[in-house]
């Protein structure tokens, strides 16, 4: 084919499409979130599902997961404490994260270092309505198997 300045143009091709790769607003979202504890509802696809909730730091996921896990019956010793730890080390670095972000002034980077999305109150969107119907779930996923989101919570009429 010839374009109009003469020249021989070949059929245009696209790059092969990287799988491991976030997409980039959506990592520069999180990694907000994960630096200023700032909350906002989230609706995500993830490995075929679609999940909604209010997206949170994952320090503030792991305070959660421990505070639930200390009040399982029977949940004695090392369960609570490994979610308190876990707690604690994404403090520290999102701490890290807001520091190199003040110095760097570019949030490119330090997109690398995020690489999960931490919903609380998520629910499972289906054709039957939400699951579960309650207060929600606190759930996780890798920022890598997301396909699609949006922002805004999907709620049952």
Partial sequence: MQCRAGLSVGRPTLPPMD????DRKLAELITLIDVSSLEITLTVTSNGQTVTGQAVAAHRWFEEQAARVKNLSGAEGGLHELFELWQTQHREAAELIKRDLDNEGSSAALTQRT????????RFVGGDGMLPNS???LWRCQLSSVTGWALGE???T
């Avoid at 799988?19 to 976030?22: G, I, K, L, R």
């Avoid at 690489?115 to 998520?122: D, F, G, I, N, T």
């Fill in 135 to 137: 207060n929600g779930l």
């Fill in 115 to 122: 690489k999960h999305v931490h919903l609380q109150r998520a």
């Fill in 154 to 156: 999907l709620r049952d």
């Fill in 19 to 22: 799988t491991n790769v976030p």
